[in-house]
């Protein structure tokens, strides 16, 4: 079970997952020792899933985003994996979604500009036999990107 304490320990890590184990200690008021112990449960019960640096999509180059809602032929089940182990694989996918409504997954697509995306579809999307089409909403801005979870 997590508690407010779990959950500010969460917070701060999702903030900044370099913070050291001393500074994190004081920030919650914690013993060092006590802490690592809290972290690690949280690391071993899949509380904390992995540490990870936050990356500017612009200063990558990545000035394209769109969201891509996909529909998919038929649900075959072996068509279905092929299409899930080509998105895993693309570099251009950020996210991908199965859910209900009328697509059937939404993509977040990030790539340098409008020409790239055009061959993200053209020799990958289009060319896996799962999908039947592709609706695009591109990204004017950014209002809330994702923030921490604490339940």
């Not at 994190?24 to 449960?41: D, H, I, Q, T, Y």
């Not at 977040?108 to 592709?134: G, H, I």
Request: charged share 25%; aromatic share 6%.
């Amino acid at each position: 079970m997590i508690d407010d304490r779990d959950r500010q320990i969460l917070t701060l890590l999702q903030q900044d997952c370099r913070i050291s184990n001393a500074d994190l200690a004081e920030a919650v008021g914690m013993s060092p020792s006590a802490l690592w112990r809290r972290v690690r449960a949280l690391e071993e019960t899949g509380v904390i899933d992995r540490y990870g640096a936050v990356v500017n999509p612009e200063a990558m180059g990545l000035g394209f985003e769109a969201i891509v809602h996909v529909h998919l032929t038929r649900h075959d089940p072996e068509k279905i994996i092929e299409f899930i182990r080509a998105i895993e694989t693309s570099a251009a996918v950020q996210e991908c979604y199965a859910t209900t409504g009328q697509a059937d997954y939404h993509l977040r697509v990030l790539t340098r500009d409008l020409a790239a995306y055009n061959r993200f579809l053209d020799e990958f999307l289009f060319r896996l036999p799962a999908v039947s089409s592709a609706q695009t909403n591109v990204v004017l801005r950014t209002i809330k990107r994702g923030r921490p979870v604490t339940g």
